[in-house]
């Protein structure tokens, strides 16, 4: 199985979606994609004249932390091909 290139923080270690539980609430909590959700621009991305970078978003509530982790082995494939970052080959 080939390794999926996912954004990193300073320190090199991937970023992973992971449950959040905190107050009685749980998400899971994903570094999605700009380009992948809209909010950054494609076509400029492309042109070098934006990049791509990830944005911590809220992909799921519910109502239990054992809840949120079934969602998330369920859809993991899914919410990792949103986690990886938008790339132009180089010319």
């Not at 979606?17 to 494609?42: C, F, M, Q, W």
């Not at 990830?54 to 809840?67: I, T």
């Amino acid at each position: 199985m080939r390794k999926i290139k996912l954004f990193r923080d300073r320190k090199g270690n991937d970023l992973v979606p992971y449950v959040l539980s905190k107050d009685d609430r749980h998400e899971v909590v994903a570094p999605v994609s700009s380009v992948r959700i809209g909010e950054t621009n494609k076509n400029a991305v492309k042109s070098r004249q934006c990049v791509d970078y990830p944005k911590w978003v809220a992909v799921y509530v519910g109502r239990s932390e054992k809840e949120c982790k079934k969602w998330l082995d369920r859809y993991e494939k899914i919410v990792l091909k949103m986690c990886i970052p938008y790339e132009v080959s180089l010319p």
